[in-house]
């Protein structure tokens, strides 16, 4: 995983982590017909876990059964909603969590989240351990972009993990915070990713080390199909974070204030790469779930054999993940270096070649009518100057080589 609290640079190797009636007094909005639900769009975080308790992740849908029969849901865990933490947990254990194998794929109604452990090597299938709450946080980014968001949660660092997400034809985005320190040139789980982007038509978010090190090598970041995220100081100077990656597609919001994963309505102020990433995935979604609204599509995913691998199918737009992903590139800007705070410990953002330090730039909140606005022809972006846009076709063309 790649995490940095706020104090100090946390960078850890890629390791496997090791129903109650609900007595919640809100109301759920129960939909009786499956037909007028929403548009919406279903993301993928792949990590430690999930405190699916915490008031970040309710809410007063309930998914229709068309939805998650297409989720291939085996289990439905109905929460308590009422005391602590632990409270809950134990009323829970029995009928829920001790029931939980490696192959279901459980519902939690009043929530937002469907979640699975394909790894099978966890002492609490899907929730977030008890010395750990990366997986927890790291949801909490991408709901924060998009609030809207369905949440298919995976628990794993594997390749099965992805795998369980890149064969779900309604997930539109997986996002993946971990990998090896230093972006060392190893195996991971780019074979994977390939899968869920190549194949499946899917986008992939794949957070770049928390170090300067190039993402190019990365094998979260780095393959040519990922769209790596390096970090930048959104809340502040906005400059590049030193210790996060160099040289990959974008970056963003580095800092964060983020769900608990040992309560239900504690948040915690934490930084890196494990965050930015998701906050994209998250963005990313919104502009799908949006144009998915503005074209009447009320599906999910780009399945080669349903959709055509488009990830907006409709009979007046058609938007596949490259487009997606030219919109991005496109979107993304760079911060002036003189804002740069020298006692902030960013790096700035040099006027020169500064896509070998941000890649094609930053991407936040103001991206996203912009992208919109391009893929739906309203107003399309202008290229980026030659220069940028040479910089990041060789970065490219070196990802192709070197992962090819």
């Known amino acids: 995983m790649k995490q940095l609290s706020v104090s100090l640079v946390l960078i850890m190797m890629m390791s496997s982590l090791s129903g109650c009636i609900a007595e919640d007094s809100t109301q759920e909005t129960l939909i009786e017909d499956d037909d007028t639900f929403r548009n919406y769009s279903i993301v993928a975080p792949i990590d430690t876990g999930i405190n699916v308790y915490h008031d970040h992740f309710r809410t007063n849908e309930t998914y229709p059964e068309w939805l998650l029969e297409g989720l291939g849901v085996t289990m439905t865990c109905q929460l308590t909603f009422s ?155 906005d400059q590049k974070e030193t210790m996060s990656g160099s040289y990959p597609d974008i970056a963003a919001d580095w800092t964060q204030v983020l769900p608990n994963h040992d309560d239900i309505d504690g948040y915690h102020e934490t930084s890196g790469t494990s965050f930015a990433t998701p906050r994209t995935a998250g963005l990313l979604s919104k502009v799908i779930q949006h144009l998915r609204t503005e074209s009447g599509d009320f599906s999910s995913g780009a399945d080669p054999d349903l959709r055509d691998g488009y990830l907006v199918n409709s009979e007046n737009m058609n938007i596949s993940q490259a487009h997606i992903r030219d919109a991005l590139n496109l979107s993304a800007w760079y911060p002036s270096f003189s804002t740069w705070d020298p006692l902030s410990g960013t790096t700035p953002v040099s006027p020169v070649a500064p896509c070998t330090q941000i890649g094609w730039g930053v991407v936040n909140e103001s991206n996203v009518n912009p992208i919109i606005n391009h893929l739906n022809g309203q107003s399309i972006q202008p290229d980026r100057p030659s220069d940028v846009t040479l910089c990041m076709e060789t970065n490219q063309e070196i990802r192709e080589t070197y992962w090819n």
């Not at 998009?146 to 890149?166: K, Q, R, T, W």
Request: net charge negative.
């Open 83 to 237: 005391g602590t933490w632990q409270e809950r947990y134990d009323a829970d254990k029995e009928m829920c969590w001790d029931n939980i194998n490696s192959t279901d794929i459980v519902y939690f109604p009043g929530t937002k989240i469907i979640g699975t452990t394909p790894d099978d090597s966890t002492d609490i299938p899907i929730l977030d351990d008890p010395s750990d709450g990366h997986g927890t946080a790291v949801t909490g980014a991408v709901l924060d972009a998009n609030p809207d968001a369905i949440i298919f949660f995976v628990e794993g660092f594997s390749d099965a993990a992805v795998l369980a997400a890149a064969n779900q034809p309604l997930v539109d985005i997986i996002s993946t915070s971990f990998g090896p320190i230093g972006s060392i040139p190893v195996p991971g789980i780019e074979d994977a990713t390939e899968v869920a982007v190549v194949q499946e038509k899917k986008i992939h978010t794949g957070a770049a080390d928390n170090t300067p090190s190039p993402a190019v090598q990365d094998s979260t970041a780095g393959p040519p199909w990922s769209i790596g995220v390096s970090g930048y100081a959104e809340e502040g100077d």
